[in-house]
């Protein structure tokens, strides 16, 4: 189907001007702030390579959260071993099956086996770390590879943070504080340069129409979610990693995958209310 892919540059995005956000990601200092003061559980999508093996890598570092939920398609996989390997050094974390594909079923089972560990507790950062891309011009595209991107980049990140809501709220109720932060109840969705409407002219890059239009969608969905969930506690927003060494393809890429994660989770450590709805780099 293709490849995971964040390949992103450093911008602002399609959101008012008082959305508009530039944060660079770069590596933290010495004092940079520990995973644990943020958040006391973590779900990471997509955390069997790159970006979201990385993250689960180091927030595993100690002192971790409490809960750090890996997910994956295949916990058993062949190709899952170095996140298996990871788990058994950790106990933090918690590998949750979640199909790749829009599936409801797969879904409510990864948010029961979630709920499961966090009793009565809720759940406080979502990372939706999903991605794929196909590169396709105005002749070679294919209606329903563009729906199936669609479905992957848009509807699925999407309909998982819809079911995951009520342990959101739930953490959002009890965290017994104001204001927004990873702390309370966050919705990170990872994004792109390459789906912004106001850069993408700048951007020389081949017309990309499926990626593009699909990242281009989940950045307003990301809008939509945060005007949607601010009342009730939670913070959402969009961040781009940067273009990032994933997988042999991107081996032009400038940065490595580890920089670029410390670099994320220093931004996460600032995010306040006056974030939601923005678009980090």
């Given at each position: 189907m293709g490849t995971q892919s964040h390949t992103l540059g450093c911008t602002q995005l399609l959101f008012t001007p008082s959305r508009q956000q530039s944060c660079r990601v770069s590596p933290p200092s010495a004092e940079a702030v520990e995973m644990a003061a943020l958040a006391w559980s973590i779900l990471v999508m997509g955390s069997n390579q790159g970006i979201?093996?990385?993250?689960?890598?180091?927030?595993?570092?100690?002192?971790?959260?409490?809960?750090?939920?890996?997910?994956?398609?295949?916990?058993?996989?062949?190709?899952?071993?170095?996140?298996?390997?990871?788990?058994?050094?950790?106990?933090?974390?918690?590998?949750?099956?979640?199909?790749?594909?829009?599936?409801?079923?797969?879904?409510?089972?990864?948010?029961?086996?979630?709920?499961?560990?966090?009793?009565?507790?809720?759940?406080?950062?979502?990372?939706?770390?999903?991605?794929?891309?196909?590169?396709?011009?105005?002749?070679?595209?294919?209606?329903?590879?563009?729906?199936?991107?669609?479905?992957?980049?848009?509807?699925?990140?999407?309909?998982?943070?819809?079911?995951?809501?009520?342990?959101?709220?739930?953490?959002?109720?009890?965290?017994?504080?104001?204001?927004?932060?990873?702390?309370?109840?966050?919705?990170?969705?990872?994004?792109?340069?390459?789906?912004?409407?106001?850069?993408?002219?700048?951007?020389?890059?081949?017309p990309m129409y499926l990626y593009r239009a699909s990242k281009a969608a989940q950045n307003m969905v990301t809008r939509c979610m945060a005007a949607d969930l601010q009342d009730k506690g939670i913070l959402c927003m969009a961040i781009h990693p940067g273009w990032v060494k994933t997988n042999m393809e991107m081996e032009k890429a400038p940065l490595m995958v580890e920089h670029s994660m410390q670099g994320i989770l220093t931004v996460l450590a600032s995010l306040l209310q006056d974030t939601s709805g923005a678009f980090l780099d």
């Open positions: 979201g093996l990385e993250l689960v890598r180091q927030l595993a570092a100690s002192p971790p959260p409490q809960h750090i939920f890996a997910t994956c398609c295949d916990p058993e996989g062949l190709r899952r071993k170095a996140l298996r390997e990871l788990a058994a050094q950790h106990p933090s974390i918690k590998l949750v099956q979640l199909a790749d594909t829009v599936n409801l079923p797969s879904m409510r089972g990864a948010v029961q086996a979630v709920g499961s560990h966090l009793k009565d507790q809720g759940l406080n950062l979502l990372i939706n770390n999903v991605g794929i891309s196909l590169h396709a011009t105005l002749r070679s595209l294919d209606s329903q590879e563009m729906l199936s991107v669609f479905a992957t980049n848009v509807v699925r990140p999407l309909q998982v943070t819809k079911e995951f809501l009520p342990l959101l709220e739930k953490a959002a109720k009890g965290a017994g504080k104001e204001g927004l932060s990873c702390s309370r109840a966050t919705v990170i969705n990872v994004s792109t340069k390459l789906g912004s409407i106001r850069l993408c002219l700048g951007v020389p890059e081949a």
